[in-house]
Nanobody, 122 residues
Framework: QDPPVESGGGSVQAGGSLTLTCSSKTYDNTCMGWFRQAPGKEREGVAAIYTGGGKTYYADSVKGRFTISQDNAKNTLYLQMNSLKPEDTAMYFC?????????????????WGQGTQVTVSS
């Protein structure tokens, strides 16, 4: 299983937008998710999607601002982030797993990318 590869991070001002992309050569996982970790904080689930049915899950802190989507033909996962806030600043990770249990729980995931940094300035 090749690890996912993230891209698209960067620096934006508050209120701006970014789109993160995750490419996974093996896209037959049950669930893929986006997670983030800020310095001194635990890794937290941001959004997840069941790759077969497309059902999505979001952390309360990003509902209405972030959208997770997939392009199965390209084996690619996206995270559209709008109305970004300084508290969204973190390293963002893409992850994949085979089980359907607890889609926003980081320790349920087996395959992780290296991460991409998102910095939001006020």
């Amino acid at each position: 299983q090749d690890p996912p590869v993230e891209s698209g991070g960067g620096s934006v001002q508050a209120g701006g937008s970014l789109t993160l992309t995750c490419s996974s050569k093996t896209y037959d996982n049950t669930c893929m998710g986006w997670f983030r970790q800020a310095p001194g904080k635990e890794r937290e689930g941001v959004a997840a999607i069941y790759t077969g049915g497309g059902k999505t899950y979001y952390a309360d802190s990003v509902k209405g601002r972030f959208t997770i989507s997939q392009d199965n033909a390209k084996n690619t996962l996206y995270l559209q982030m709008n109305s970004l806030k300084p508290e969204d600043t973190a390293m963002y990770f893409c992850a994949a797993k085979f089980s359907a249990y607890e889609p926003l729980r980081p320790d349920e995931y087996s395959f992780w990318g290296q991460g991409t940094q998102v910095t939001v300035s006020s």
